[in-house]
């Protein structure tokens, strides 16, 4: 009896919990349709989404959820972790737990896909009130930036009006509070641009004018967002690849290290897809593997401080790299 109320109570938990799943489809976010091909694919991105973020908080033990997440097809499987990371994150905020289901998740299967865990810390971030945000001591103090990348991806996607269209940027973002140079809203920004792609409907004329649209200081976080997204979800052929190349300008290094990310998060979970290679070819002028070796060759020494300084400077060395390369300067 005990087992059927615990499953019972853990099922009415996902069903108060998960969004409904009307909230992945374009037509009620407003977003731009290119076809029904383009749409049915960030639909199912959100719908798989969705699906970790209910395997997580349905789950009886983080490796139950991990089973479940498995099964899905490589193409999806990352947006399902991403989607986990965020239900974790909620239960993680709850009153009476351990406080300890991301750290466990990442400990475990979640490892190989550390960043994309680490994004859906901040999609919980944004749905849970300030005082129950994580200490950022108990994270990564160089993947932190990920999770600001989260935050801003989910209030461009549920905040449109706001957040893509008026432009609307925090003064300056409270988390974590010592934020000397600014970079906590440039990494907010990383994640609003990875947005676009999806607001845009990976309609490539689409995405580059709302990034042309906003305050030009702005446009080169924006733009490495967009990289990450087009490489890592996919939704553009090699035309439209070579238009988004070109409508990047002077910010191709930030497309090409967004691209550099995203061929890194595939590879480190082994979830690499034609889509990604066809994308890092065209933006990183290079196959994913070296495009991931981009990433990992450029990380920073440490010992980092716990701000996003680290974050930040890994991104410019990458972007920096691609300069030095060539093929993908202006």
């Not at 009006?161 to 970079?183: C, I, L, N, T």
């Amino acid at each position: 009896m005990e087992t059927e109320l615990s499953s019972a109570l853990r099922s009415l938990r996902r069903r108060v919990l998960t969004p409904n799943v009307s909230e992945t489809k374009l037509a009620n976010r407003g977003f731009h349709v290119k076809s029904r091909e383009a749409r049915a694919s960030l639909e199912n991105i959100g719908e798989t989404f969705l699906t970790g973020f209910a395997a997580a908080v349905e789950a009886r033990t983080v490796a139950d959820a991990e089973e479940r997440l498995e099964q899905l097809p490589a193409a999806m499987r990352g947006f399902a972790y991403e989607g986990a990371g965020m239900g974790f994150g909620v239960l993680d905020a709850m009153p009476f737990t351990s406080g300890r289901k991301n750290a466990e998740f990442i400990a475990g299967r979640g490892a190989a896909h550390v960043y994309m865990v680490y994004v859906g810390i901040g999609w919980a971030m944004a749905r849970l009130p300030r005082f129950r945000w994580p200490k950022s001591e108990g994270l990564d103090p160089l993947l932190i930036g990920l999770v600001h990348d989260g935050y801003g991806f989910h209030q461009a996607y549920f905040h449109t009006r706001k957040y893509v269209h008026e432009h609307y940027q925090a003064p300056r973002f409270p988390w974590p509070a010592h934020d000397p140079s600014g970079y906590n809203n440039r990494a907010v920004d990383h994640g609003i641009g990875r947005a676009l792609w999806f607001v845009g409907g990976s309609d490539v004329d689409r995405v580059s004018t709302l990034v042309e649209r906003f305050p030009a200081a702005r446009h080169g976080d924006l733009w490495a967002g967009v990289g990450l997204a087009a490489t890592y979800a996919g939704g553009a052929g090699d035309a439209e690849l070579h238009e988004l190349l070109d409508r990047a300008g002077v910010h191709r290094p930030q497309l090409a290290q967004g691209s550099s990310f995203a061929a890194e998060a595939r590879i480190r979970a082994g979830l690499l897809v034609p889509h990604n290679e066809r994308a890092t070819r065209i933006l990183c002028g290079m196959n994913p593997q070296d495009a991931a070796r981009v990433s990992q060759e450029n990380l920073p020494d440490g010992p980092f401080t716990g701000d996003l300084r680290a974050f930040q400077i890994w991104r410019q060395l990458i972007a920096d790299q691609f300069v030095s390369i060539g093929g993908v300067t202006s």
